[in-house]
């Protein structure tokens, strides 16, 4: 989140990294290599009066200290501040095991222009690939109501002031042709979750990266079933961010649980 300002974050990723001894080695030093990317979130509430020392690189540091297998899911780090059309927005992750053992995941800010829920319902867009009831389990509703397609977007939109950032991460080994390809497949999720998607006001983006664990096999039949895990992984994050959201003072929008219940 914070706009602009958010880009401080990777300054104190790449601080508590380089501190950790993570990073390329250059001339007897580490230099950690922080991708970065924001959300607009300043028109949210809240104090925004941060004067010449804004709260971003402390926020980046503690992010990392914070790292662990499990984590807080909807109002929570850099979905803390998200909105879609009708709904608070919120931080969503999802992930599944292939064929070959390998294993893909996602993980996305979810503030869209658009709206994640078909018409007025509390039914997801994602529900076709809902695991386990992880965002309540509704389906999609039948029949659908005839404004299901009827554009919901937030009011008096602006560039630069929506987006949904999202990783897609594997253990799949993959070369850098095949992570942008991944990463490009990978908005086919938020095609599946988000209606509309990928207007001229959201700035979607999509970092893809593989730790290479698992040793390439069928080079053409491994990156089908990786892409098609991949956009039906971000489809679900997407849902669970905003299903995950909790109240917080001054909150613009409702969240699902306050609009549609349990």
């Known amino acids: 989140g914070g706009s602009a300002f958010g880009l401080d974050a990777a ?91 390998a294993t893909v995941a996602a993980l996305v800010a979810v503030n869209a222009v658009g709206a994640v829920t078909v018409g007025g319902t509390g039914h997801f867009w994602a529900a076709p690939f809902e695991t386990g009831g992880e965002f309540g389990g509704l389906g999609l509703p039948s029949p659908v109501p005839p404004e299901a397609t009827a554009l919901r977007h937030k009011l008096q939109p602006a560039a630069g002031a929506n987006t949904t950032i999202a990783v897609i991460a594997t253990d799949a080994a993959l070369t850098k042709a095949q992570a942008k390809r991944l990463a490009m497949v990978t908005h086919d999720g938020f095609a599946r979750a988000i209606w509309p998607s990928h207007t001229p006001f959201d700035g979607d983006l999509v970092f893809a990266l593989s730790t290479g664990r698992i040793p390439p096999g069928d080079a053409a039949f491994d990156l089908i079933e990786i892409g098609a895990a991949a956009s039906a992984c971000m489809a679900r994050a997407i849902a669970r961010g905003v299903y995950e959201a909790t109240p917080a003072p001054g909150d613009l929008l409702p969240t699902w649980r306050q609009r549609f219940g349990d």
């Open 11 to 101: 300054g104190g990723v790449a601080s508590a990294l380089a501190a950790a001894g993570r990073g390329f080695e250059v001339a007897g030093m580490r230099v950690p290599l922080v991708p970065a990317a924001i959300l607009f979130d300043l028109a949210n509430g809240g104090d925004k009066a941060w004067g010449d020392d804004p709260p971003y690189a402390r926020l980046g540091r503690a992010a990392v200290a914070a790292a662990a297998r499990d984590f807080a899911l909807g109002t929570a780090g850099a979905g803390a501040g998200a909105t879609t059309a009708s709904l608070k927005g919120g931080l969503g992750s999802a992930s599944t095991r292939l064929s070959n053992g």
